[in-house]
Each structure stands twice: as structure tokens, then as C-alpha cells.
């Protein structure tokens, strides 16, 4: 379980409380084996869900005797800056500057970025990792491996991501606008948000990720936030681009539930890292 590990809480920035990580070492001296390493959700503004969200997860995998948990060297859980939320509102005049929650892109990818820099230095896993994401933080894995600033990063062997956001403009017309303030929040002006979109790309993720061995994606259709063609479509655009693809539409569990309970997310990496070894 979580709390029978080697855990420790790290910052990896000084300019806000929310850039910090949780690590739960379980076998750190083995550059050989991978890290499992986390970015959660909560529409890129929501302070209730933070690193440790990840725990269920852990815990699962731990519980589960597979015969990959043997692998993994540590699993880590990262926090990053958060907009404005409108039921958690804060005055700028008398909340101090490392409290405020005032991010915007691309903060939170370069808080990503900047956590997993940290994590590399320090232990030194290069890119023996799994990157995974719920929902937002689906997206932030996939905008990493896009992005073209990542000079002084290892990206991931693999991501898994589950009920991820990846076409802004899609969903938001999908649901009749019903996501338009938190993506404005996030992304700002709609006319900016395609440039953002991880399906909306126009490069290619193989190219920009060449290390990249496989992405996992997961969906549930008892989550009424995330709908099919939100997965259809960055599985499009993966497999356009050559990216191996490996799909899960049989989660079960609301948007939220799916890591409060953790043994479809653990089945999911599991499956991952066995899918890593066979290639």
C-alpha cells in the first residue's frame, strides 16, 4: 500500500505552494526499473484535487501481486499552478503572491515540465518512466510531448491517459458551451484554443516524441463529462501519426470515481508497462 513506502513530499519551484510532488520510492537504487508518474485533473482550476489523488492507484498496483509490480522503481504524484476557480475565490489584495492561484497556459505545462526536470536530476531514471493523466492532466501529458520545448527533458517511454481533454473547441461545442469558462480560464480567448489542443497539433507527436514506445487512452461511458468522440478523436490522431496505440473503453466509474477507486487506472498501467517490455 501508499503508506507503507518510502514517501516524501519535494518542491520543485519556489514561485507558488502548488509546485510540489509527492514520491513513493519503492525501489530507487535500480535505474533499470520505472517510475509511474501522475498528473492530475480538476479543469486546470480546481485546489480540492492535488497530488495525492494518486494514492488509490498506488495502492492498487501494490495489492495486486502482478508480476510487473517487480519493476517499478518509485511512483510520484505532481502538483502545478491553478487558474482562478469561481467557488474558491481569493482577493489579490490580501493573499499573498505564493497562495494566489492566478495560472494560465502555458503555466501549467511549464510547471510539468519544470517537475519532471526535477525528478530526473535528482534520481536519474532518464526516460524510464510512465507518464499518466486524468482528464486535464491527460491533455498537460500529451502537450508535453508536442511541445518543442523540452531540450532539457527525457520525455516518457509511455502515457496513459483516461478521460482526457484534448479537443477544446470540439467538447466545448459537443456540450453546447458548457466548458467555455473554465477553458477562457485556462487557454483564454476560443480563438487561442486549437493552437493549444493536443488532437488539434499540426505536427507530428511521433516526431516530436521518438522515444515514445506507446500511449495507452481510456474511457469510461459511465463518465457523463468525457464523451466517446473525445478518445475517437485523439486515437485519430495518434494513430495518423504512427504513434502505437493501445485503447481502454471499458472503464468503469463517473469522471472522478475513476481514481477515488484506482483498479481500472492500475489494470491500465499494468497493462502498460507489460505492453513496454513486449516491444
Known amino acids: 500500500m501508499a503508506a507503507s513506502l518510502d514517501y516524501s513530499v519535494h518542491q520543485y519551484g519556489t514561485e507558488n505552494y502548488l509546485q510540489k510532488l509527492g514520491v513513493w520510492g519503492v525501489d530507487l537504487d535500480d535505474k533499470s ?45 505532481l502538483d502545478y499552478r491553478l487558474g482562478p476557480h469561481p467557488l474558491f475565490p481569493q482577493d489579490p489584495a490580501s493573499t499573498p503572491a505564493s497562495q494566489y492561484r492566478n495560472a494560465e497556459h502555458p503555466d501549467h505545462l511549464n510547471d510539468v515540465r519544470s517537475a519532471l526536470s526535477y525528478l530526473q536530476k535528482r534520481y536519474a531514471f532518464g526516460s524510464n518512466y510512465v507518464l499518466v493523466g486524468h482528464s486535464a492532466g491527460a491533455c498537460l501529458a500529451f502537450q508535453l ?90 486515437a485519430a490522431k495518434l494513430e495518423k501519426d504512427g504513434v502505437k496505440l493501445v485503447l481502454f473503453k471499458d472503464l468503469h466509474g463517473g469522471h472522478d470515481e475513476l481514481w477515488e477507486n484506482g483498479a481500472d487506472v492500475a489494470r491500465m498501467i499494468l497493462a502498460t508497462l507489460d505492453a513496454i517490455y513486449a516491444t
Open 33 to 77: 526499473k520505472y517510475w509511474i508518474i501522475y498528473i492530475h485533473g480538476g479543469a486546470w482550476r480546481d485546489p480540492r484535487v492535488d497530488f495525492g489523488t494518486f494514492a488509490p492507484t498506488i495502492d492498487r498496483i501494490v495489492a495486486s501481486q502482478h508480476p510487473l509490480t517487480s519493476a517499478i522503481a518509485a511512483f510520484a504524484s
Open 145 to 234: 510531448v508536442g511541445s518543442p520545448e523540452n531540450a532539457d527533458l527525457v520525455l516518457p517511454q509511455a502515457i496513459v491517459g483516461f478521460q482526457g481533454i484534448y479537443d477544446f473547441t470540439g467538447i466545448n461545442s459537443r456540450y453546447r458551451g458548457g466548458y467555455a469558462e473554465f477553458l477562457t480560464g485556462a487557454f483564454g480567448d476560443p480563438g487561442c484554443w486549437d493552437s493549444a489542443a493536443p488532437m488539434k497539433f499540426p505536427g507530428s507527436l511521433k516526431e516530436s516524441w521518438n522515444q515514445g514506445k506507446l500511449a495507452a487512452l481510456g474511457w469510461s461511458r459511465d463518465d457523463p463529462l468525457i464523451d466517446e468522440p473525445e478518445i475517437d478523436g485523439m
